[in-house]
């Protein structure tokens, strides 16, 4: 009895968080005749393909729409802000958690505290920074101002990745001989590549999903990144390509999904190390 | 109050027999140790009486009730305490012993009797209103094993309970806990890997190695009369001493093996005693306050084989010098030898 | 021979040096225009013209006796509060059949995962055309189901699209507070919940009793980035309904957008964004409460 409750219980839940999928799947999929069928008539059903799948919404979106390029666009971003904030919080989190001792910890929680402060209050401020420096309208205002949300969570994951690193093993290099420095550079890279690939992982997912920033300093359509390019910008009209939406949306979230997968766990140990264990 | 019966009991985790076929008989009222190192299955034979593991084939009953199959834990009269006592953090001393009561849903006043009942058996009426973490390890022990009581259970089990506390408190508790048991004679089951605490405590007790049982005996009878070599070597502190004498008039591949202190300097003994003599080279001596070691190897051992380390425990009372590097006269009274089968480890008469 | 303390060797130095960048960018990219937002509350900048001109409390007066601002504030607070205790209800749920093995876990997990890794525009798309008034699926469901005899006009009816919202935003939150209580249910000991079975609780007694107190700080870690992802949100909103129908699902983030960026009034934007830092401030007391909790050794 038991099982089958649970077999149940981990049913509905599955569906629950599923079915917005399949929906996107069968829509990208299929024909125009097929989707839009009103749903007050019960003889249709529209979970199933009642005729055969198409791939004209996929060739519409990346033959007609912009989605290539916004594709570009968010790929020179993600490298673009990668690069910044693996460069500066890896070091920082290094120092906080190797080098500075007790007030590290503490300043180390005031960085992440930063991580809360929303975008929707910062956005204000930055549009005028923004047209200050004449990067409105431009990829390199995102290039800007990613990194406020990056790197505080990252020098955080870095310093709770260190901790859970033994430092006997630098120690022991400068005994050998090594200076701090030469330490740095030679053998705790090597040591700390998990963290570094997390932070990357991390980076990467923050830039693909976000949409707040975006939204607010962008407005020509092909400076658009994919997040804020598919729901805003494929629409002829007043009418919502829904074939090609659902595609653009499957497409982008299956290399997440995959990614989220394989990293799950060390995120929710970056998340949970700090604040739970102090 | 009930005894209890395992037989032909198995427990596998795979291709690892953890319980490798035991069978034994507790009497009721019994103190009875489980003692071996770990991976001998004496915890896992311990969880399995308590119902948190379920055995792979063989029967175990408890009193009249067979409780092999799915017989949950709270159904069996059992009371557990675990080697970190596993009490509830989160809920005060009090709250911790009336636990087990509320879940049977014992009425509110007869639990607050119950508790205090238990608090004043462990002398622990002061602590009711704090939490875990505001007691030390001895302390918890106690409320853990209130908690246990207050179950009024047929049998207790109980997993290394002084496993965690200081050497020093570890005699004191262990004398709380023997003088406890005798006081409400209920079945005791206790897994330990300290052959001190089990010579010390058990009624009984149960050797066991790499899931099979070597021997069963009171105190004595495992200490004095050992089965194999292994029961030999693992009850006794500094190990019984075990080696090819090259007696001529044993039979061929046979060990004998004498304890460290009655392995004593030749002049010791009165004459007239029935002694085996052997030539002592000695190594090292280590002076230990009540006793000394004297470490080194008996001449007339198999030449081509390396010589095993010998060992004599000499106590304080005798206090002839023992100059190391040279080679003394030592022996051991003939009724104190104890003979094995080189090959299988069995003891053997002679 | 005299070792001259070098550069390479002075580790507050190096530690400063390696520091700085991080610190800079916070500093001057996240404090200084966090302060500054605070100050433009205060003024009648507006996005064109660069001036700044002192206006006291007079965005605050003005937003306060404005109803849609009153009904975005109302509106935050229900949509925060209703996800949360929806994610925690399932949350809890997933983690316990999580705990379980079963066949095709691997795929409940992943599938389990998506709607925390799908960006979140692209989920709320998705939504808007699962909640479309003529094609809706879930009103095809439920009709086909027989539990809907009428129409639900998701998106064009103020309670069904806030509720809506709340869904969806209980939806992608969830995945992530199950994984994090999953990380907490294994972390207490096995010996506590062995204890309480040999005391004789049943599941529902050891669950409420024994395992849910101990999950607490995990939960509330769950919690509290629950908060700040649902209140701070603009995407959700803005996608489904954005603010709409007629101003009656505004959320904060979505007036202050409308009011500060397309309506260009920086100042009164800046205000009403400003009422988002009791809930931040809320949640930063509480996750420092854990972490002292956790360090005097709470529940150990």
Known sequence: ????????????????????????????????????????????????????????HVKLLFGQTDFPRWVLNTLVVVVAVVVITVAVAVPAGYSLARLVGRWGERMGMGIFFTYLIPPTLLFVPFSRLISLLHL??????????????????????????????????????????????????????????????????????????????????????????????VPIALVRGDVYHWGALMAAALFTSIPLAIVYSAFMDRFIQGFTMGAVKG | MAGIEVRSLRKHFGDLHAVDGVDLSIRDGEFLVLLGSSGSGKTTLLRMIAGLERPTSGEIHIGDLRVDGDVPPRARGIAMVFQSYALYPHRTVFQNIAFPLEASRVPKRQIEEKVRWAAEMFSITRYLDRYPRQLSGGERQRVALCRALVRDPKVFLLDEPLANLDAKLRNTARDDLKRF????????????????????????????????????????????????????????????????????????????????????????????????????????????????????????????????????????????????????????PRHALRYFDADTGLSREV | MTHRRRFADREDLLGAVMLAPALGYVILLVGVPFVFAILLSFSNATAGSLSFGWTGLGNYAAILGDPIFLRALRNSV?????????????????????????????????????????????????????????????????????????????????????????????????????????????????????????????????????????????????????????????????????????????????????????????GQGAAIAVFLLPFLIVVAIGMLRLAHRTEVGGAR
């Open chain 1, 1 to 56: 009895m038991k099982r089958v409750a649970l077999y149940a219980a981990a049913a509905g839940l599955v569906i629950f968080a599923g079915f917005p999928f399949y929906w996107m799947l069968i829509t990208a999929f299929k024909q125009n005749r097929d989707l839009y069928v009103g749903a007050s008539d019960l003889s249709h059903i529209p979970w199933i393909f009642n005729d055969p799948p198409t791939l004209e």
């Open chain 2, 181 to 332: 048991q005798r006081q409400i004679q209920t079945t005791t089951v206790y897994v330990t890997h300290d052959q001190v605490e089990a010579m010390g405590l058990g009624d009984r007790i149960v050797v066991m190695e790499r899931g099979k049982v070597r021997q069963v005996g009171t105190p004595q009878q495992v200490y004095e009369h050992p089965v194999d070599t292994f029961v030999a070597t693992f009850v006794g502190q500094p190990p019984m001493n075990l080696l090819d004498a090259g007696d001529p008039s044993l039979p061929p591949r046979t060990l004998t093996g004498f304890r460290p202190e009655h392995f004593l300097p030749k002049s010791v003994f009165g004459s007239g005693a029935d002694l085996r003599t052997f030539r002592f080279a000695v190594r090292r001596v280590e002076y230990l306050g009540s006793d000394r070691y004297v470490y080194g190897s008996v001449a007339g051992s198999d030449a081509s084989a390396p010589a095993p380390t010998i060992i004599a425990k000499l106590p304080a009372t005798i206090a002839m010098a023992i100059p190391e590097g040279e080679t003394h006269e030592f022996a051991v």
């Open chain 3, 78 to 266: 229900v949509v925060t509060v209703g996800s949360q205790v929806l994610v925690v209800v399932l949350a809890t749920a997933a983690a316990q059949v999580f705990r379980a093995t079963f066949r095709g876990k691997r795929f409940a997990r992943f599938v389990l995962l998506l709607p925390w890794a799908v960006p979140v525009s692209l989920a709320a798309i998705a939504w808007t055309w699962i909640f479309d008034s003529t094609f809706s699926v879930i009103n095809w469901t439920l009709k086909a189901a027989g539990l809907l005899h009428g129409w639900l006009y998701w998106l064009g009816d103020p309670a069904l699209a806030l509720l809506a919202i709340i869904i969806v935003q209980a939806w992608r939150i969830f995945p992530f507070a199950t994984v994090i209580v999953l990380a907490g249910l294994s972390s207490i000991p096995q010996e506590i919940v062995e204890a309480a079975i040999v005391d004789g609780a049943g599941f529902w007694r050891r669950l409420f009793q024994v395992e849910l107190p101990l999950l607490l700080p995990v939960v509330a870690v769950a919690v509290l980035f629950g908060v700040v992802y649902t209140a701070t949100d603009l995407g959700v909103v803005y996608i489904l309904t954005g603010g709409g129908p007629a101003n009656t699902t505004h959320v904060l983030p979505t007036l202050a957008f409308q009011r500060g960026i397309l309506g260009a009034d920086l």
């Open chain 1, 136 to 229: 409105q309208d431009s990829l390199g205002a995102l290039i800007l101002i990613y990194p406020t949300m990056t790197i505080p969570f990252c020098t955080w994951l870095v310093m709770g990745f260190l901790r859970s690193v033994p430092w006997e093993i630098e120690e022991q290099a400068m005994i050998d001989g090594y200076s701090r420095l030469a330490v740095i550079l030679k053998v705790a890279p090597r040591l700390i590549v998990p963290g570094i690939l997390t932070v990357v992982v991390f980076t990467f997912t923050l830039v693909l999903q976000e949409f707040v920033y975006a939204l607010t300093f962008i407005s020509s359509v092909d400076k658009m990144t994919v997040s804020l390019g």
